[in-house]
T-cell receptor, first 114, second 116 residues
Framework: AQKITQTQPGMFVQEKEAVTLDCTYDTSDPSYGLFWYKQPSSGEMIFLIYQGSYDQQNATEGRYSLNFQKARKSANLVISASQLGDSAMYFCAMRVLNDYKLSFGAGTTVTVRA | SAVISQKPSRDICQRGTSLTIQCQVDSQVTMMFWYRQQPGQSLTLIATANQGSEATYESGFVIDKFPISRPNLTFSTLTVSNMSPEDSSIYLC?????????????FGPGTRLTVL
C-alpha cells in the first residue's frame, strides 16, 4: 500500500515570496507517479504538476516546480512569487504504475498575506 | 486535458433519502473514479468505474450504499443511498488520462452535499 505524508497542516507566506510544501511518500513499487493538486475554497481540485519516478529532471509548470528527491522519497512543491490567489489547500498524491488510483496526503493549507 | 462536469454542484438533502450525482466527460475515458472528501479531510477513493463491468469498491464502501453506473465511456453516476448527516461531503469524480500519453488525472468541480 502507498502512503503519502504531508506534515505541514498550514503555512503562511508573504506575497511575492516563495513557499515550499513538503511531501514524502512510501511505496515498494519502482514505477510510480506523483501529483500535486490545489483546492481553493470552491472545492474543485486543480491539477498543478506531475513527476514520474523515472523522470530525470524535476518537473516545472510556470511558477510551480517539484523538488524530487527519489532516494529520500520526497516530492516537495515549490511555489515561486506567491500571489493572493495561491491561498488554498494543496494536496500531494501518488499512484503506482498499472494502478490508476490516487492516494492522497492530508493536505497543507497555504495562506498568502499581502 | 479532459473537461469534466458534475451535476448537481451542491444539494441539501434530508436523512433517509438518496441523491444521484452525474459526471460527464468531454472525451472517452476508460477509467473513472469517485472520491469522497469529508469536511476538513483529504480525499478518499470510493470506487473505480469501468465501462462494461461492475464498479470496484474500496474497503469501507459498499455497492448498496454507493451504487455506481457507467453506461458509456463519457458518463457515470454515483448514488448516495439512505443518507445520514455523516454522508455530508464533497463528492468528486475524476478521470485518468495516462492511456492517452498524459500523466494527469483530472477532477470534476465536485458536488457539495449536506445532509440534515
Amino acid at each position: 500500500a502507498q502512503k503519502i505524508t504531508q506534515t505541514q497542516p498550514g503555512m503562511f507566506v508573504q506575497e511575492k515570496e516563495a513557499v515550499t510544501l513538503d511531501c514524502t511518500y512510501d511505496t515498494s513499487d519502482p514505477s510510480y507517479g506523483l501529483f500535486w493538486y490545489k483546492q481553493p475554497s470552491s472545492g474543485e481540485m486543480i491539477f498543478l504538476i506531475y513527476q514520474g519516478s523515472y523522470d530525470q529532471q524535476n518537473a516545472t509548470e510556470g511558477r510551480y516546480s517539484l523538488n524530487f528527491q527519489k532516494a529520500r522519497k520526497s516530492a516537495n512543491l515549490v511555489i515561486s512569487a506567491s500571489q493572493l490567489g495561491d491561498s488554498a489547500m494543496y494536496f500531494c498524491a501518488m499512484r503506482v504504475l498499472n494502478d490508476y488510483k490516487l492516494s492522497f496526503g492530508a493536505g497543507t493549507t497555504v495562506t498568502v498575506r499581502a | 486535458s479532459a473537461v469534466i462536469s458534475q451535476k448537481p454542484s451542491r444539494d441539501i438533502c434530508q436523512r433517509g433519502t438518496s441523491l444521484t450525482i452525474q459526471c460527464q466527460v468531454d472525451s472517452q475515458v476508460t477509467m473513472m473514479f469517485w472520491y469522497r472528501q469529508q469536511p476538513g479531510q483529504s480525499l478518499t477513493l470510493i470506487a473505480t468505474a469501468n465501462q462494461g463491468s461492475e464498479a470496484t469498491y474500496e474497503s469501507g464502501f459498499v455497492i448498496d450504499k454507493f451504487p455506481i453506473s457507467r453506461p458509456n465511456l463519457t458518463f457515470s453516476t454515483l448514488t448516495v443511498s439512505n443518507m445520514s448527516p455523516e454522508d455530508s461531503s464533497i463528492y468528486l469524480c475524476s478521470v485518468d488520462s495516462s492511456g492517452r500519453g498524459y500523466n494527469e488525472q483530472f477532477f470534476g468541480p465536485g458536488t457539495r452535499l449536506t445532509v440534515l
